[in-house]
């Protein structure tokens, strides 16, 4: 899941920083500053806290639903300090990673109504994995996020019991296996593919 951690003080989710590899009460990434400026992460995006959220489900398909969701919501925040310190060129890739969280995110929000599954809210802030003061280091986070994000939507597609639960996260999947390529070439890091995303195969 992402590595952003909720944190009351920060900003609301999904809004950049002022200054300064995500989610709300139960999601995760690595402790630093909140605000754009030089000491805040997102875990492979924000990162979220292990403090267990009352609301998530017992059912493991359930589960794994409410944590991609808690996930995407950290995600949505941790793109808003990447855009804050990314360089002008990779604008368009930060708008479109940023479009398809948000829409998989309303999808996901839509399933887990459909079957009667809670879904957890955003966090009021988050917690990020990294410090994030340049171009370089928002590209990783990025990294990290869309690291994290396979790694839930793997769990979604392994715990599901419903087709309509894997047509949803197969593609989400997918995006976020390629958004991660994509940051990993904007970067020069080799491979920029991995053979099984969201494993540790």
Do not use: K
């Amino acid at each position: 899941m992402t590595s952003v951690e909720p944190t009351p003080d920060l900003p609301a989710p999904g809004t950049p920083p002022t200054s300064t590899s995500a989610s709300p009460v139960p999601p995760s990434p690595t402790p630093t500053t909140a605000a754009p400026s030089s000491s805040t992460p997102a875990t492979t995006t924000p990162e979220a806290s292990h403090t267990p959220d009352p609301s998530r489900p017992d059912d493991p398909a359930q589960a794994a639903l409410f944590d991609a969701i808690a996930n995407e919501n950290a995600v949505i925040f941790g793109y808003g300090i990447v855009s804050a310190h990314s360089s002008p060129e990779v604008n368009a890739l930060v708008a479109e990673a940023l479009l398809t969280h948000r829409t998989r995110r309303e999808e996901a929000l839509a399933l887990a109504a459909g079957q009667d599954s809670p879904a957890p809210l955003p966090a009021v802030g988050y917690q990020l994995p990294m410090a994030v003061d340049t171009p370089t280091d928002a590209a990783e986070l990025a990294v990290r996020m869309e690291q994290d994000s396979a790694a839930a939507w793997r769990a979604v597609l392994e715990q599901a019991t419903a087709e309509q639960t894997r047509r949803l996260a197969v593609p989400a999947l997918t995006d976020s296996a390629v958004l991660a390529a994509r940051w990993r070439a904007r970067l020069d890091r080799t491979p920029v593919t991995v053979a099984f995303p969201g494993g540790n195969e």
